[in-house]
């Protein structure tokens, strides 16, 4: 699946039905937060390294509620990441 709100829907109304069991990881659309303090970083003279490891927004079972209750009908389940998030991302590159 691919976070969108009425695949996350459809997922919660069979589990709720059968039982069915399964997963939803994307890239999500506020990736776009953590660029520009991606870029922030580099402004302020910081040494960033051009292969940076973006992390996706995993759905399991045990938080399909949560991220179906927080997506608007029609949207995508998003993250918007902040100054700290990009910050590890890039003392973790390699």
Do not use: C, H
Request: aromatic share 8%; hydrophobic share 40%.
């Amino acid at each position: 699946m691919g976070n969108r709100q009425d695949e996350l829907k459809w997922w919660k109304e069979q589990k709720d039905a059968n039982g069915y069991e399964t997963m939803s990881v994307s890239i999500a659309p506020g990736v776009s937060t953590l660029a520009f303090w991606v870029a922030q970083q580099i402004l302020d003279g910081k040494e960033v390294k051009k292969d940076l490891v973006v992390p996706f927004l995993s759905i399991s079972q045990d938080t399909l509620e949560t991220n179906l209750a927080n997506t608007q009908e029609g949207g995508v389940a998003n993250v918007e990441y902040s100054q700290a998030d990009a910050e590890k991302v890039i003392a973790e590159a390699k």
